[in-house]
């Protein structure tokens, strides 16, 4: 039986992606190794968000084509649309798919192995216990320091029908959870249907345990989103916004969609629909002309909202996008240190929320047992560790004893 083995990088998108990649193949009849394992394929799922994120796929293509000097390198992703087709080429990769043509990847890998004969039965898609439902993809925002519509395009939604058909596919195949994903997902609408009402439908599929919305655009549907989680158990009170900044001056100079004002407005709102929620943002360090004052300003917004889960960037200069030929561009070590000053914030507040949760109920997805003592997630998004063998994929409510960091700890009774 042929072998596959897929690295992917970057974002939740392209993890839902590489997902419909493994099912494909193995409903093939192949079988997945793990990266770096010999196979006959290995697929690099690239990123190019960051200049280090794709000069790490970079490297990646040509360590895999030097271990493996044999297999059939096929390269997708961000890294495809932002470099040259020929340099993927020239540095080892058999096959390069583009943006349009991802989708059919596990078909143009078939097709170059005509030969290899389809299991009769072919093992279960391999999935993870909270697999991505892609709904969305692309953006038209064209934020001055974004590849991203550059490499994915123009936004399309998927049906609202094809969304659930594949929803109920994965519930009845025993997943509790499904994670609701989109390149720009508060954009998502199939006709009259927007991302709220995609949510509902959703949420009346018999069977689901529960629904996590991926990366949210703040300023259009955030806060309607918010004030329907008391209302909708199945979802998870968590928000993951993409801020980036919390000065409007650079907000402006990003072209981001909002000012700091409406953003600390809207932050209210959502705090006051879902007092305990969990949430998430982006944030990027160093952005041109950031002044000590600008900074001083995301800093605050930082400390003022409970965020509990950070995900800081120093700015990076993408060619091609306007924001890279700002003036005012920071030192890297500036930016490096505005991010890290960040990160120290976030460790804090992660920690603090954690503990705000001691002695009160959580519910948990299992996600895995070793050692007799399982591990999930809070629909908070904080990392749970229960003492005792608990089922993969069950839900259960248990009450914490202690929190270690960011993590809560429960004795089962
Ligand atoms: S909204 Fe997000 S994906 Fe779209 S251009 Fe802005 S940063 Fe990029």
Redesign the pocket.
Known sequence: MPSFAIKTFGCRLNRAESAGFQAALASAGWTEVPFGEPAEVCILHTCAVTANAEKECLRAIRLARAKQPGTFLVVTGCAVEAGAVERLLRLGASLVVAHPDRDELPRLVLEKFPAVAVSEEPPPPPLPVRPPLKVQDG?????S?????HT?GAPVSRPLAECLDEAARLVAAGHRELVVTG??LACYADGGCRLSGLLAELHKLPGLGRLRIGSL?PGINEVEIARSMPGSPKLCRFLHL?I?SGATEVLKR???RYTADELRRRLDEICAAVPRIGLGADLITGFPGETDEDFAQTRRLVEDYPFSNLHVFPYSERPGTPAAEFPGQLPVSERKRRAAELIELRKNKRAAFAASWVGREVEVLVERNRNRVSTGWTGEYLPVKISGVLPVGALVTVRVDRADGETLLVNEK
């Open positions: 953006c038209s925002f064209f934020c320091y974004c590849i991203v519509p994915r390149c720009n655009e993409p980036q990003m072209g981001r």
